[in-house]
């Protein structure tokens, strides 16, 4: 049976991030989308939040198993018996993070592959950190998340930006 896990922070997911999902999981038999904790990066939302999140946008993929870690993505792939990576590209910086992680769970695992995908050209240049960014000023982002949970993303953020203050 074919697995293969896309694990990233997903804070808060975007439509970019379920492009890959979907496409993703016609590749493979089981997709664990993961998430994890960036130590690089303060969450805004729980990861049981952003679990919770992505099952309910992806309750319609009878495949994809979400799910979350502490751990690293390579350890929780061999766990579940995982063969592949599956990694998303936007741009050149993205590149530069995404070869050094590649080189660092190959030396982990080198029966692990990675597959890089690409999101759709409407995708290209959304992030999570760009979504952050659009709420604080009070811009639309309808047309960057998924509308099952475009309002929770942005009362969350809002919430978030106002305690910081």
Known sequence: MSKAVYAGSFDPITLGHLDIMTRAAKQFEILYVLVTENVEKYPIFSADDRVRM??????????????????????????????????????????????????????????IETIILFPSYKHTYVSSSAIKELVTYNADISMYVPHEIHDEILLGIKNFVQSSK
Do not use: C, M
């Open 54 to 111: 992505i099952k309910k946008v992806t309750a319609q993929i009878p495949n994809i198993f979400v799910s979350k870690t502490n751990d690293l993505v390579v350890r929780f792939a061999e766990k579940h018996g995982a063969t592949t990576l599956i990694r998303g590209l936007r741009n050149v910086k993205d590149f530069e993070n995404e070869i050094a992680l590649y080189h660092f769970n190959r030396n982990l695992n080198q029966n």
